[in-house]
């Protein structure tokens, strides 16, 4: 089973930089599609990156195009969210997800992702 651990989030000022972290302590996640997903208060969660198993391609929500990275290191079972040029608009609650196994197109879906950490939060002041 896959269990997933977020980290790095933090407060930081308008246009700042953060790393995510996430962090698997179970079984290999190499052949499941991994994910980011955000969720502020009063809103629903909403897709935010994914990056199919292999690494070989990526999504990207509209809002953060141009500004986030995802990435992944299957042998250290780790999955990153570099965030640039950060916003206010960006504060939420940042989910790691697992989706698989699964070799297809990443998806976007929140239901698509049956494994899920916990959060970690993220503030950007202004």
């Known amino acids: 089973q896959v269990q997933l651990v977020e980290s790095g989030g933090g407060l930081v000022q308008a246009g700042g930089s953060l790393r995510l972290s996430c962090a698997n302590s179970?079984?290999?996640?190499?052949?499941?599609?991994m994910g980011w997903f955000r969720q502020a208060p009063g809103k629903e969660r909403e897709f935010v990156a994914a990056i199919r198993w292999s690494g070989g391609s990526t999504s990207y929500a509209d809002p953060v195009k141009g500004r986030f990275t995802i990435s992944r290191d299957n042998a250290a079972n780790m999955v990153y969210l570099q965030m640039n040029s950060l916003k206010p608009e960006d504060t939420a609650v940042y989910y790691c997800a697992a989706d698989g196994p699964y070799l297809g197109l990443v998806r976007t879906s929140p239901h698509d992702y049956n494994y899920w950490g916990p959060g970690t939060q993220v503030t950007v002041s202004s």
């Open positions: 179970g079984r290999s996640f190499s052949r499941y599609a």
